[in-house]
């Protein structure tokens, strides 16, 4: 039997000690190791950061492609 495991990729917006926003991306992923309703998600940080939505945004979409998982808000 083959489990699922639940993931996605997720854009947040941070800001710096100088107030500005910035985005970055981190990818979050199920333990499948726990049982099906304690699964709890981990957090895998991508060190990808810019200051443009638009291009955190793209950036996000294109991975989840990739990764064949989906983007949340």
Do not use: W
């Not at 039997?1 to 997720?10: A, C, E, F, P, S």
């Not at 710096?16 to 992923?29: C, G, Q, R």
């Not at 499948?32 to 699964?39: G, H, I, M, T, V």
């Not at 950061?49 to 808000?73: F, I, M, S």
């Amino acid at each position: 039997m083959t489990v699922k495991v639940d993931r996605y990729v997720k854009v947040t917006r941070r800001f710096d000690s100088s107030t500005k926003p910035y985005y970055d991306i981190a990818l979050f992923s199920e333990n499948p190791d726990e049982p099906p309703k304690l699964r709890t998600h981990k957090q895998f940080p991508l060190g990808y950061e810019t200051g443009n939505k638009t291009q955190a945004d793209l950036y996000a979409y294109k991975l989840a492609k990739c990764l064949e998982c989906r983007v949340v808000e």
